[in-house]
């Protein structure tokens, strides 16, 4: 079961630069901000009441985001749904032949369990699962 909208990503070349705009400028809170180097990026937090914004800037040259960024540029990169049971879900999405790009929950940013779907299942739009802590 779907929970609610847990953030939403953006890619960015340098989040320091975009501070300005949602720290200094809006006034958004700042959560958290760390490194997933098996992910290649490092990712900070925007408070927004329920839901949040997660800026993501690539930690090095090989980081998968950067295909993003040269092909796209900044922008949108994916939504992530708080779900209350991320397994039950996963084998819910491939029951139903929904394509995943991470058959098994792994561990995110912030401690807890997260998977993608590809977005040629989801219109176009990348969707990260995140388990609702408990
Ligand atoms: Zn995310």
Redesign the pocket.
């Known amino acids: 079961m779907i929970e609610k909208i847990a953030?939403i990503?953006i890619a960015v070349k340098d989040i320091d630069k975009h501070l300005k705009l949602y720290r200094d400028i809006l006034g958004m809170k700042i959560g958290e901000r760390v490194k997933v180097p098996d992910q290649g990026v490092e990712v900070v937090f925007l408070e927004t009441g329920d839901t949040r914004i997660?800026l993501l800037q690539p930690l090095n040259e090989d980081a998968n985001i950067n295909k993003f960024l040269e092909k796209r540029g900044e922008g949108q990169h994916?939504i992530?749904l708080e779900v209350d049971d991320i397994e039950a879900e996963l084998k819910n999405l491939e029951e139903n032949g929904i394509q995943l790009i991470d058959k098994k929950p792994r561990k995110?940013?912030c401690g807890e369990m997260?998977a993608f779907l590809h977005p040629k299942s989801t219109g176009g739009v990348l969707i990260?699962l995140e388990q609702k802590k408990k």
């Open positions: 953030h990503g997660e994916h992530c995110g940013a997260v990260e």
